[in-house]
């Protein structure tokens, strides 16, 4: 009999945004069981306005076009919300059995609870992917920060299972909701270096680092959003106290009033050292400047397994983490780790400058083991579809 999995949250595919798609797509990619068949949302105003049919099919899968309209903040609210009415009228019309609906991230919280009914009635399964720990994030404002708070523990409580793609976020909803009886698994995301092959392309990337005055193994790399949780002022901050002679290169989208701050605050723009380069979207070049870079700087505090993460520990020889329980869990012994305390990644930086070759080389054989063996989309597709077939 075939199971019919429905996803919902992410801004659908092909993806051309966050993990959340990419995690959809390559579930899609990599199906192996002929027993499952994927429905993915997507919504139609912001990822596919040019195809008129509200479905269609994508390497084998059926994608539902939800046209929202605008909410403002609640949009993805809406979303969610039409997308399960969606889900439920086509059990229903369908005379579907068992079917189940993985919903991406805690944003719909709550209201939820609103389909219990109609979930029993037509025997539906309902998933949920927590995410990171998105009502830490500075970007938003209290009163938001306090409704995904509020909308975690509800999901904790209507989800039949949480699914959380990092163990730290496992432990944390294991601990705070202690008093609540809810079950629980781990499944990673994944992740899937491109391959460094042909003339053109590194004839792109030397051109790449020529431009930017740059040379192979004399510079520290960062990637990731622009936001402070992702600790660029620390990161600033100790890259300017190091005493190194090689450069911090940023690639990130910076600018505004978080921009102006750490300038004011940190004064990098002082230290001919530091390179903010702009953003890089072509992943060939993006995995050739992480492969030349000497080490990778992450600083992510907040979230489960960051696919920049991922990237890094696959492609850059050392890496260099924020320590905190999430990135552990996925670098464990291939990296090295560092803390907010004053000092503390400057001296790891000038740590990493003294390391020989061979400690470089074992740092970058145990990094590229672990995510071949734990992180591969194929092995994370092949756990979804024997949790899914068991739904």
């Given at each position: 009999m075939t199971k019919n999995v429905f996803i919902v949250g992410s801004r659908g595919i092909p993806a051309r945004y966050g993990g959340f798609e990419t995690f959809a797509q390559k579930l899609i990619e990599n199906k192996q069981s002929p027993n499952i068949k994927y429905f993915i949302a997507s919504l139609k105003s912001n990822n596919n306005p040019v195809i008129p049919t509200p479905t269609f099919e994508y390497k084998g899968a059926t994608v539902f076009q939800i046209d929202v309209g605008h909410f403002g903040a609640a949009t993805p609210i809406v979303y969610d919300i039409k997308a399960i009415r969606w889900t439920i009228n086509?059990?229903?019309?369908?005379?579907?059995?068992?079917?189940?609906?993985?919903?991406l991230g805690n944003t719909i919280g709550p209201?939820?609870?609103?389909?219990?009914?109609?979930?029993?009635?037509?025997?539906?399964?309902?998933?949920?992917?927590?995410?990171?720990l998105e009502w830490k994030r500075a970007k938003w404002p209290?009163?938001?920060?306090?409704?995904?708070?509020?909308?975690?523990?509800?999901?904790?409580?209507?989800?039949?299972?949480?699914?959380?793609?990092?163990?730290?976020?496992?432990?944390?909803?294991?601990?705070?909701?202690?008093?609540?009886?809810?079950?629980?698994?781990?499944?990673?995301?994944?992740?899937?270096?491109?391959?460094?092959?042909?003339?053109?392309?590194?004839?792109?990337?030397?051109?790449w680092l020529e431009e930017h005055h740059l040379n192979e193994d004399e510079y520290y790399l960062v990637v990731g959003r622009f936001i402070p949780e992702n600790n660029y002022e620390t990161i600033l901050?100790?890259?300017?106290?190091?005493?190194?002679?090689?450069?911090?290169?940023?690639?990130?989208?910076?600018?505004?009033?978080?921009?102006?701050?750490?300038?004011?605050?940190?004064?990098?723009?002082?230290?001919?050292?530091?390179?903010?380069?702009?953003?890089?979207?072509?992943?060939?070049?993006?995995?050739?400047?992480?492969?030349?870079?000497?080490?990778?700087?992450?600083?992510?505090?907040?979230?489960?397994?960051?696919?920049?993460?991922?990237?890094?520990?696959?492609?850059t020889k050392l890496n260099l983490l924020y320590d905190v329980n999430f990135n552990r869990y996925v670098g464990q012994e291939s990296a090295l780790y560092w803390s907010l305390k004053q000092m503390n990644l400057a001296k790891l930086i000038e740590k990493a400058d003294r390391l020989s070759d061979n400690q470089i080389e074992n740092f970058d054989?145990?990094?590229?083991?672990?995510?071949?063996?734990?992180?591969?989309?194929?092995?994370?597709?092949?756990?979804?579809?024997?949790?899914?077939?068991?739904?």
């Open positions: 086509f059990v229903k019309n369908n005379h579907i059995e068992g079917a189940v609906i993985y919903i209201l939820l609870k609103m389909f219990g009914a109609q979930f029993q009635k037509w025997n539906i399964t309902v998933f949920v992917n927590p995410d990171g209290k009163p938001v920060r306090a409704y995904l708070k509020f909308a975690e523990a509800s999901m904790v409580k209507t989800a039949d299972l949480i699914i959380s793609d990092n163990p730290g976020i496992e432990e944390y909803l294991r601990y705070t909701y202690s008093d609540i009886n809810f079950s629980s698994k781990y499944i990673a995301y994944g992740v899937e270096t491109p391959e460094l092959s042909g003339k053109l392309l590194n004839q792109k990337g030397r051109t901050r100790e890259f300017m106290a190091a005493r190194t002679n090689k450069k911090l290169v940023i690639i990130t989208q910076a600018s505004g009033k978080f921009f102006d701050y750490l300038k004011n605050k940190t004064h990098f723009d002082k230290d001919s050292r530091i390179m903010f380069a702009g953003t890089v979207y072509d992943s060939e070049l993006l995995c050739f400047l992480r492969t030349k870079a000497y080490g990778y700087i992450h600083g992510h505090s907040v979230g489960g397994t960051n696919p920049s993460l991922l990237e890094a520990l696959g492609t054989r145990m990094s590229r083991k672990r995510i071949l063996s734990e992180y591969s989309w194929t092995k994370i597709s092949r756990e979804y579809e024997s949790l899914f077939l068991k739904g």
